[in-house]
């Protein structure tokens, strides 16, 4: 999980998209979420990230890219 995060880091940041925020979460921090905001993520380590200057509709071209959404 951390190498993907960096590839992603290095080719957004190549790309001039901004990220504000990367965090990573493991089980244990993704269940606390659940527990304290009503969510209900998988119980899984978890990757978020956060975007400065760019579009929704981008960020979502660049994830399916990479096949992270569909």
Not at 15 to 26: A, F, I, T, Y
């Amino acid at each position: 999980m951390l190498l993907l995060s960096l590839i992603m880091s290095f080719y957004l940041c190549g790309l001039g998209v901004k990220e504000s925020m990367l965090e990573q979460l493991d089980e244990i921090q993704v269940k606390a979420i659940n527990t304290s905001n009503g969510k209900n993520l998988p119980k899984c380590p978890a990757l978020i990230l956060e975007f400065t200057g760019v579009t929704f509709g981008k960020i979502v071209h660049l994830f399916e890219t990479f096949g992270l959404v569909s």
